[in-house]
């Protein structure tokens, strides 16, 4: 089995990327529809944006501190959501009701004041089918 070094597999690629006479532009890219963050759908091509408004405090009461956006496989054109879903906190599971173009977390204090992010297991059904997306969103 042949073995590269990192700097033997740079130099490799560079070797092969010729010179192209001007400057290199990358694909600009359009940020989510919401600002959040996109998680792909382990199994599936969709994607769920994650949205997260800020807490000051766990005794915060907040309506909506996260919301989940199902987007198509491009992560940018929005698809209707699941009619319900769960957001599993560990042994707590919070059922997540439907708002507008989204699931949402309920009215109550905030559950993820102070994390930094948004962490646990989104649960829904798509297509009728059951989707588990592990969350971790910093």
Request: proline share 9%; charged share 20%.
């Amino acid at each position: 089995m042949i073995r590269l070094t990192q700097a033997q597999v740079g130099l490799l690629l560079l070797g092969l990327s010729g010179c192209g006479g001007g400057p290199t532009t990358l694909p600009e890219t359009t940020p989510p529809p919401h600002q959040g963050n996109v998680i792909a759908i382990p199994g599936r091509k969709e994607k769920v944006e994650v949205v997260q408004k800020p807490a000051a405090s766990k005794n915060t009461s907040m309506t909506g501190e996260v919301s989940f956006y199902f987007l198509n496989e491009d992560g940018k054109t929005a698809i209707a959501p699941p009619s319900s879903g769960t957001l599993e906190l560990g042994k707590k599971k919070v059922e997540l009701r439907s708002e507008g173009e989204a699931l949402v977390t309920p009215s109550g204090p905030a559950l993820f004041a102070g994390t930094g992010g948004v962490d646990g297991v989104l649960k829904v059904e798509l297509d009728g089918k059951p989707a588990t997306i592990p969350l971790g969103v910093r």
